[in-house]
Structures are given as C-alpha cells and as structure tokens.
C-alpha cells in the first residue's frame, strides 16, 4: 500500500545533508526495497518507509563533519539510510553524494546513482578490452540503455537483449537487436558470434540469465545486477561502490554527451505511485523520474 502524508523536515545527523527534492529517479531496485529483498541497502529501516534511491536537489543543511559541501550546493546522490527520495524533501548521506554539474539538469542528475553507476560498476567489472563484444541481458531499460552506451565509447560490440518494442531505441545507440518475442534468444545470439561472447551483463535474472548464460566464453566474465544466485552458473554479482568517484564519473560523461539517459517518462510528486508502476510493470523504456516544483 502506498500513502501520503505530511511530516517534518528529517533532520541531517553527523555526516549527512538535507536536500530539497527537485528530481527522483525511478528504479527497479525501489520496488524489491519495499518487498524488503535488499533491507541493508535502506538502513535497516522498520516499515513504513519512504520510497526511493535517486535523489538530485538543493542543500539546505549539512550535519556534523561536512565540510566538503555546502548549503546552497546543487548535489545527486543515494539515499542509502532509509531516508528515501519520494518526498519534497530527505538527508543523504554526504559520503554517497557529489556535487551537480551546471551543465547538467536536476532530471539527468537523479537518473545516475542507481541506473547511471550500475552500468559503470558492471563494464568495470568486467574489465573488457577494446573490440571485445558484450551481450548486455535486457538492453531496453534505464540501466541497459546507459551501460550500451558506456560500452560503445569503450570501444565494445555491444549486443542486446529486449522485446520488440525497445529495438528501435536500442539500435539508435548502436546497438545489434536480439528479439524475446522471436524466441530462441541463446540461439540468435550463437548465429551473430558462434563463438560466444566476450562478456556477459545481465539485468534481468531468472530463466531470462539462464537461457544466455552459457554464451559467456569465460564464467568469469558474466556479471548480473538482477539475480543472485549466479554464481551458481560462474558469474559474479556485480560489485557496487555507491561513493563519489562514480557519480562523477557518469555525470562527466553525460555533460560530454557521452551518455543520455533517455528519460521517457516524467511524472509530478502527486504520481509517485503510477511512476513507481511503470517502472515495476517491466515494460518501461529508459529511464522514469519524479520531479518537485523549483
């Protein structure tokens, strides 16, 4: 059940900021938070709890021990303290935060810290060399359309999983399209590169992995961010580092133009809870957000 309500503004403890909300991504990983599948990623906090990862906003007050960013400051960043983003205002914590780029829009901003540094995480992971090709498991989503992207100025062959309905957006990036709906996906795959792959990303899980995880040349380079259970097949889940260095990153590249988040969907504050289904329905091309009023 999903809920309004009115409540003060959280106050900022030692080594976190409170931030006025001007723009909240959507991601998959809200969803299994509210199942409480992934409790440590949210502080351990109790239920009820405010939705939310993705947050980009305004600083309004720093706690104890900030000293590298300051009120006023323009900031994106992860709640990881169970604070959430669905709110007009929330703490995060100044070590998971960094400062926004001017050239950057609040909206660009909130889609980095989970769907942007995923992608980053995965391919560093995996660490490919130039002209290797990687099969990337549920290429049309926010994460997969950014890690096709970081992959393709990488110097990678990059082919891709998803239905139909994301080809379009997936080839426009570069991308060789592997269809769902025309089944036997491991077998499309053997015909584009009989010898498999070089690297494997999955961001799927479940059947959708195992039906592709074979395509992996070498186990060790297959690396889910869906499922995990693989390494029972081999693979690795992919190792997060939530710090700085890798929002900037990402940040950096977006301002280049390296990298678009291809925001599809934005709704107000008031319809947190359909942004929330559109994105939990799995159909949802790129990347949803939320946004506050300036």
């Not at 060399?129 to 096709?148: D, H, K, M, Q």
């Not at 494997?200 to 889910?224: F, P, Q, Y």
């Amino acid at each position: 059940m999903q809920s309004y309500f009115d409540r003060p503004d959280p106050q900022p403890r030692e080594g976190e900021l409170l931030v006025r909300l001007r723009a909240a991504g959507v991601a998959r990983l809200d969803s299994l938070l509210r199942s409480g599948y992934v409790p440590a990623l949210n502080g351990h906090v109790p239920f009820p709890q405010v939705m939310g990862m993705e947050a980009a906003g305004d600083v309004l007050a720093a706690g104890a021990g900030v000293t590298d960013i300051q009120v006023g400051d323009a900031v994106f960043g992860f709640a990881l303290n169970g604070a959430g983003t669905y709110a007009e205002t929330t703490v995060l914590p100044a070590a998971n935060v960094a400062r926004k780029p001017e050239k950057l829009s609040y909206e660009s901003a909130a889609t980095i810290p989970v769907s942007g540094t995923t992608a980053l995480d995965a391919l560093d992971g995996l660490d490919l060399p130039e002209g290797a090709t990687v099969l990337i498991n549920g290429v049309g989503g926010s994460t997969g359309l950014v890690t096709a992207q970081l992959a393709g100025a990488r110097g990678l062959k990059v082919i891709g999983t998803g239905s139909d309905g994301k080809r379009q957006v997936a080839e426009s990036l570069g991308v060789t399209f592997v269809s769902y709906n025309a089944g036997d996906v491991a077998g499309q795959v053997r015909a584009l590169q009989p010898a498999g792959v070089d690297g494997l990303i999955d961001l799927v899980g479940g059947e959708s992995l195992r039906a592709v995880a074979g395509l992996a040349t070498d186990v060790k380079r297959l690396v889910s961010v869906a499922d995990m259970s693989v390494p029972e097949l081999g693979g690795t889940f992919v190792v997060r580092r939530l710090d700085r260095s890798g929002l900037e990153t990402v940040a950096a590249l977006m301002v280049a133009g390296t990298v678009d988040p291809h925001i599809t969907r934005s709704f107000s504050f008031d319809e947190a809870a359909e942004a929330l289904a559109a994105v939990e329905s799995g159909h949802a091309t790129g990347k949803v957000i939320i946004t506050f009023p300036a």
